[in-house]
């Protein structure tokens, strides 16, 4: 369910940012970015039910002069692959490298344990989250017809090797 709204902001990431893991502490500001930024979002509890599981990388990007989350990103690395399932960055943080980051960091946590390869699915209407994945040498392999709900559309899926 990987998308990201394509609403230019005006927000940039601050200067005193870090990647780290989530903590069961975060899931709140997690699913609160979540809500705006999907029309169909995961709660709180699937957030929450990702803690102890071994094959899930769940990571935020956190202010750290202010300790705002501004981002998180969660992906599945399962043997020799890996799936981003979801990234999004708070409003008014968008376009500013956040998302980048993030990216960055499950690409790092997939090749740390020898996956050889990523995917990850994006509405076809997601120009900017598609630049960004296209950015960091994702391409198309595929389209999986009406994924997404709330509205109805077609994901198209995104493969990297690593």
Do not use: C
Request: hydrophobic share 45%; net charge positive; proline share 4%.
């Amino acid at each position: 369910m990987t998308t990201m709204r394509s609403t230019p902001t005006s927000g940039v990431p601050p200067r005193h940012m870090v990647v780290r893991q989530a903590r069961p502490s975060d899931v709140d500001d997690v699913a609160a970015i979540e809500r705006r930024a999907f029309s169909d979002p995961w709660s709180a509890s699937s957030f929450r039910a990702l803690f102890g599981n071994p094959v899930v990388d769940f990571a935020v990007a956190e202010d750290t002069i202010t300790g705002r989350l501004l981002g998180y990103v969660v992906a599945w690395i399962v043997v020799d692959e890996a799936e981003i399932a979801n990234l999004a960055v708070a409003e008014g943080m968008r376009r500013g490298g956040i998302g980048t980051r993030l990216l960055d960091h499950a690409l790092e946590a997939a090749a740390k344990r020898k996956a050889r390869v990523v995917f990850l699915e994006v509405r076809e209407s997601n120009a900017a989250a598609q630049a960004l994945y296209l950015s960091r040498q994702f391409a198309v392999a595929g389209r999986r017809a009406k994924y997404y709900r709330k509205p109805v559309e077609d994901a198209l899926v995104l493969r990297r090797e690593l």
